[in-house]
């Protein structure tokens, strides 16, 4: 939302576009349960290294799109700075009030729909019925049909896709899916090796943001820019996941 101050429309597609690639505060337990359970001793450094990929794809990303999509060149940013006065409590709660009112008429339609629908794939079976095993719910089925894409990727267990499916909802749900699909982490260590654990910690860092960024997105670009984004995303994250692994098969 702070893009709409870019007078240039190029300028602000491409900011929309490359805010998501780095690194949110709600993927970091997903950062701390993977290099806390596989990598104890090097966690901050991954940690650490994963904000610097962040950056980096951001960067490679924005190098490649204004030479493409986004072609022409940039207007120059000149902003003037008005007197700054100590704002009243009556104008700062007007303007707080505008702003919320704004993304609860506008976005929150889009998280409650979308917390409905996995809400529903979670619960019911394809019969309509209520499932007492998640395996059994039409969104386990439907990661099952997913994980082959996965797979080169060294993660296409269903209940990993499952993970990930749900933190389309919020990032810190795949940590909290984990547990229980896979009850400890046992068998968390056992479904993924170490290579996987990297490879999916780097496809976390890289894949669509949460379903209240997509909505916000939407709400400044429209429908067919918030999926094109998801989609281009996803394939950034899946390629750069594979790309880890292929080094990994390489040093190892």
Same mark, same amino acid.
């Given at each position: 939302?702070?893009?709409?101050?870019?007078?240039?429309?190029?300028?602000?597609?491409?900011?929309?576009?490359?805010?998501?690639?780095?690194?949110?505060?709600?993927?970091?337990?997903?950062?701390?349960?993977?290099?806390?359970?596989?990598?104890?001793?090097?966690?901050?450094?991954?940690?650490?290294?994963?904000?610097?990929?962040? %950056?980096?794809?951001?960067? #490679?990303?924005? #190098?490649?799109?204004?030479?493409?999509?986004?072609?022409?060149?940039?207007?120059?940013?000149?902003?003037?700075?008005?007197?700054?006065?100590?704002?009243?409590?009556?104008?700062?709660?007007?303007?707080?009030?505008?702003?919320?009112?704004?993304?609860?008429?506008?976005?929150?339609?889009?998280?409650?729909?979308?917390?409905?629908?996995?809400?529903?794939?979670?619960?019911?079976d394809f019969?309509?019925?209520?499932?007492?095993?998640?395996?059994?719910?039409?969104?386990?089925?439907?990661?099952?049909?997913?994980?082959?894409?996965?797979?080169?990727?060294?993660?296409g267990d269903?209940?990993?896709?499952?993970?990930?499916?749900?933190?389309?909802?919020?990032?810190?749900?795949?940590?909290?899916?984990?547990?229980?699909?896979?009850?400890?982490?046992?068998?968390?260590?056992?479904?993924?090796?170490?290579?996987?654990?990297?490879?999916?910690?780097?496809?976390?860092?890289?894949?669509?943001?949460? %379903?209240?960024?997509?909505?916000?997105?939407?709400?400044?670009?429209?429908?067919?820019?918030?999926?094109?984004?998801?989609?281009?995303?996803?394939?950034?994250?899946?390629?750069?996941?594979?790309?880890?692994?292929?080094?990994?098969?390489?040093?190892?």
């Amino acid at each position: 939302m702070a893009s709409r101050t870019l007078p240039s429309e190029r300028d602000r597609k491409m900011t929309i576009m490359l805010t998501p690639f780095m690194s949110c505060t709600a993927k970091l337990p997903i950062y701390g349960f993977f290099t806390a359970l596989f990598f104890p001793k090097y966690a901050g450094f991954i940690m650490v290294g994963l904000y610097v990929l962040s %950056v980096c794809t951001g960067l #490679l990303v924005a #190098l490649v799109s204004k030479s493409t999509v986004f072609k022409g060149e940039a207007v120059p940013f000149v902003m003037e700075l008005p007197n700054y006065r100590l704002p009243g409590i009556k104008n700062v709660a007007h303007l707080l009030w505008d702003k919320a009112k704004d993304f609860l008429q506008r976005a929150f339609t889009v998280i409650l729909l979308a917390a409905i629908i996995v809400w529903f794939l979670q619960t019911f079976d394809f019969r309509l019925n209520i499932v007492s095993d998640s395996k059994d719910s039409i969104l386990a089925m439907l990661a099952g049909f997913l994980a082959p894409i996965f797979r080169p990727v060294g993660f296409g267990d269903w209940r990993v896709v499952t993970a990930l499916i749900a933190g389309f909802m919020a990032k810190e749900s795949v940590v909290s899916t984990l547990n229980v699909l896979f009850g400890t982490e046992a068998g968390v260590l056992a479904a993924l090796s170490p290579l996987s654990a990297v490879s999916l910690l780097v496809f976390c860092l890289l894949y669509t943001p949460c %379903v209240a960024a997509i909505a916000s997105i939407r709400r400044e670009l429209g429908a067919k820019w918030s999926v094109g984004i998801v989609l281009f995303q996803c394939m950034i994250a899946w390629v750069m996941a594979l790309l880890v692994r292929l080094i990994g098969f390489v040093f190892m």
